[in-house]
């Protein structure tokens, strides 16, 4: 990047010492006060000014304390970008240190900056890159705490096609003796008013991510984990929106983890009206010790703008996840359709029963095989056998390679289930080493589905763990793993390590997850894991920058999952969502929909099969195979198009979507009818995203609709899709600019 490129992502006046990012569609804007690296305006991008210092605020307001003594900016209105505790800011702090004189008071002043083309990659943890010089800009700024020899590097990316910044923090100790970082955010933004709402994404096993909208109010409105992982409870990701932002129109922030265990995300209201985002690991059980010269490093978080509504906010997470995140080999490259054998058989299969369904999907047009739990040492049930990656011979005679080696020889990739993180006590790797098990002394040990977790903050365990994974991937001919976790942590104490440390053991705990996958894929570089923890109980930006795709949900009734994948999109593309066609009624749920219903859904994730082939009559294996063509046609749109999101599922008796590539050449429309309803009135399904005045020709797959019009009418007078139902109806229309 030269010169000019950089200056024109950011911009910095060195005599005012002040910095604006911008890349025409965001800008933000820092300056210095009183030595206090201060947040000026961040929103929509601005023309650069020869002085943004307009924008301090230096009201006074009864009972605030100023900075020192020889000023008068009063700490408790000044925007902050990386707010300290004690020293009058009466809101939560970014960063809290516990000093050896029992001191938690600390002082980061200014100290200096440098910008650099592209962005660093952050020391084992995953983030966001940019490919060329010219695609990012990196700005970081240094502040330190001369009294105690803490520093603070604030490290900011631009992006420079997307309104997104990447901000982390690499905290240092400088000093002579020991600190204990007892907060360490990733983020803060104060913004100046309080007129938002927000948006949270909540849920449970199997109804994962459901946003949630609320008015911000004074307080704190916060959602957090503390299960060792990001969880399905709360996802790591909030959108907040002005109150009159819908999908197409207004103003909204949008804020993301790129983190995969416990996390605070927070909104803070003061009685003043403005308002302090903040993202961060959950302090509620952290302390992170930091000898004389050792660093910590927190993990990334990403701010995402629009002034265009929440599908362009949307849209530019999917672009930074697929352009700047996930892992080249296959961000945009189109992954095989599987059929994995879980719902098919569970625990009760032999290897001729594996090859049967092999067969079949190979027939149908089905590209990979999966073979899930219970192909390795003691494992007919979930009571015995996990952290024992070996094949058991009983079921496989010829072990993995022989597996491989057949589904190989039908044309077939052959992919894995993992389970790395867990262990069963009945389980060799149990019985050698029970000291592996996350446990605190003196303590019974908690339990779910007769696992318990493995100490990944221990090194010797991870590198175990991957000796097994590297036996079998090096002996096989394996293309795919499915990484399961079933399990949240529990007793959560590092026996490897003194009681000075035992505040560390949940983020090295990630750590060592992160090196895991680092490990294999240095290994194999060409694998392909899929996240799954319990289903979606771990869909978060940290997975994706290892995984291309993460299960989506356990719950794979095609009702549901209009909910979870709507609910999933707001954040995350449709190729990072793993999304089957499953048997019917339903295990989940009991429901019955259609084999059409269920793949119409279905399209719109990572597609694939989960059910039992062998016992579908001649005309479904039929319908199944012209599905698998469809989907391979068409695959590249799904997944590297713009969604549009059309109408919301929840609460309604429809739901709509639609993908439209780049050029708005070409687009794909899901449209749903959850519940049919008697004598109801016409209804429209509006379109978005193509050029107003050029001509499409429109036509739906089951043949009822064909239509040539402009642009302009199929999104503002729609498609009559009046006949559409009854209950858990589906129509794909496919959308066709003509030239």
């Not at 109804?207 to 957090?224: D, W």
Request: with cysteine; aromatic share 10%.
């Amino acid at each position: 990047m030269d010169d000019h490129m950089q200056r024109s992502l950011v911009r910095v006046n060195d005599e005012l010492r002040q910095f604006h990012l911008s890349n025409g569609r965001i800008s933000m804007i820092l300056g210095v006060a009183a030595g206090k690296l201060v947040n000026l305006y961040t929103g929509a991008a601005v023309p650069d000014s020869a002085d943004f210092g307009y924008l301090h605020d230096d009201r006074f307001r009864v009972q605030s304390s100023t900075v020192d003594e020889r000023t008068e900016r009063f700490v408790e209105q000044q925007r902050l970008e990386y707010p300290e505790f004690g020293r009058g800011d009466y809101r939560h702090p970014a960063i809290e240190v516990a000093q050896p004189n029992g001191s938690r008071l600390t002082d980061l002043q200014y100290v200096g900056y440098s910008v650099s083309p592209g962005k660093p990659a952050l020391a084992g943890l995953p983030a966001t890159f940019a490919g060329g010089g010219s695609v990012a800009t990196t700005l970081d700024i240094v502040l330190c705490d001369e009294l105690i020899g803490l520093a603070v590097t604030l490290r900011y990316t631009i992006f420079r096609d997307d309104p997104v910044i990447a901000r982390s923090a690499l905290i240092e100790n400088r000093g002579m003796e020991p600190l204990t970082l007892e907060r360490a955010a990733s983020f803060n933004l104060d913004l100046p008013d309080a007129d938002y709402t927000m948006t949270e994404f909540t849920g449970a096993w199997a109804r994962e991510r459901t946003p949630r909208t609320q008015p911000l109010h004074p307080g704190i409105q916060q959602i957090e984990s503390l299960r060792g992982a990001s969880g399905p409870y709360f996802s790591p990701n909030a959108i907040f929106a002005r109150p009159a932002t819908t999908e197409d129109e207004g103003e909204a922030f949008g804020l993301a983890f790129v983190y995969s265990g416990n996390f605070d995300l927070h909104a803070e209201v003061d009685t003043y009206g403005a308002t302090r985002l903040q993202l961060g690991i959950n302090p509620l059980g952290f302390a992170w010790r930091l000898e004389p010269g050792e660093s910590f490093q927190t993990p990334e978080a990403l701010l995402g703008y629009t002034d265009r509504g929440l599908n362009t906010l949307s849209q530019s997470f999917h672009r930074a996840v697929l352009d700047h995140l996930q892992r080249p080999q296959w961000a945009r490259r189109e992954r095989p359709i599987l059929i994995n054998n879980w719902e098919a058989t569970y625990f009760d299969f032999t290897e001729d029963k594996l090859l049967d369904l092999a067969r079949l999907a190979k027939r149908v047009g089905i590209e990979l095989f999966v073979l899930d739990d219970g192909w390795f040492g003691a494992r007919t049930s979930d009571n015995a056998g996990l952290g024992d990656w070996t094949a058991n011979p009983d079921r496989l005679p010829e072990g993995i390679a022989g597996i491989a080696r057949k589904i190989n020889d039908l044309g077939m990739d052959f992919g894995l289930w993992f389970e790395p993180e867990m262990v069963n006590k009945d389980s060799d790797l149990y019985r050698a080493h029970p000291d592996w098990v996350l446990s605190t002394p003196g303590r019974g040990q908690s339990v779910y589905r007769n696992q318990y977790v493995l100490n990944f903050a221990n090194p010797a365990v991870v590198d175990g763990i991957f000796g097994q994974m590297h036996a079998i991937l090096s002996g096989a001919n394996v293309a795919y793993i499915k990484w399961d976790m079933n399990r949240f942590i529990t007793e959560a104490f590092d026996a490897t390590r003194g009681a000075e440390r035992q505040g560390e053991v949940m983020h090295r705990y990630m750590l060592g997850v992160y090196a895991l996958y680092e490990r294999l894929f240095a290994a194999f570089p060409d694998l392909i894991i899929e996240g799954c923890a319990s289903g979606g109980s771990r869909f978060d930006l940290g997975v994706l920058a290892y995984s291309p795709q993460i299960w989506t949900s356990d719950d794979t009734d095609a009702i549901e999952r209009l909910s979870i994948q709507y609910g999933t999109s707001y954040f995350f593309p449709v190729s990072a969502m793993g999304a089957h066609v499953s048997i019917t009624p339903n295990h989940q749920t009991g429901r019955s929909t259609s084999l059409d219903m269920r793949a119409a859904v279905a399209m719109f994730g990572t597609f694939g099969y989960e059910m039992d082939l062998t016992s579908l009559p001649d005309a479904e294996l039929e319908a199944i195979a012209g599905q698998v063509a469809f989907f391979k046609e068409h695959a590249p749109l799904l997944h590297n198009g713009d969604l549009y999101r059309l109408i919301a599922p929840y609460g309604h008796r429809r739901a709509a979507w639609m993908s439209v590539s780049a050029d708005r050449a070409h687009a794909i429309v899901g449209d749903y009818v959850i519940l049919g309803q008697p004598n109801r009135g016409k209804s429209r399904l509006y379109l978005r995203g193509l050029d107003a005045e050029a001509r499409y020709h429109a036509v739906s797959t089951d043949g009822r609709f064909e239509a040539t019009r402009s642009g302009g009418e199929f999104m503002r007078i729609g498609i009559d899709d009046s006949d559409l139902g009854p209950d858990f109806a589906s129509r794909i229309y496919l959308v066709d600019r003509v030239d």
